[in-house]
């Protein structure tokens, strides 16, 4: 079977990518958590007023908000480019 897998310092991001990384891992993690739960608390006031619609427009906010701050806090832990700090790339091994 072929192996797949992208090995630390096989690829590289581009520069436009590792500027916005850069800038953006100086924001807290829970400024995206804060963002997610405000979008919630901003829907159920919304759908309470019976504005439905905007309820489930904002609502919807709370997922991307997540999975910013979970890829920013995984920037932050590992880093986005492998051959930036090899050291804290774990070692595959190919079969």
């Given at each position: ?31 995206y ?39 920013n ?13 090899p ?9």
């Open positions: 079977m072929t192996d797949y897998r992208v090995l630390p310092g096989e690829a590289q991001e581009d520069q436009i990518t590792a500027a916005i990384e850069k800038y953006t891992a100086q924001v807290p993690s829970s400024v958590l804060g963002a997610a739960l405000a979008s919630m608390a901003v829907s159920v006031g919304f759908k309470a007023a019976k504005r439905t619609d905007m309820a489930l427009f904002i609502g919807q906010w709370a997922a991307p908000f997540l999975l910013l701050g979970l890829y806090k995984l920037v932050k832990i590992h880093g986005s480019d492998a051959t930036a700090n050291a804290l790339t774990p070692h595959i091994p190919r079969d």
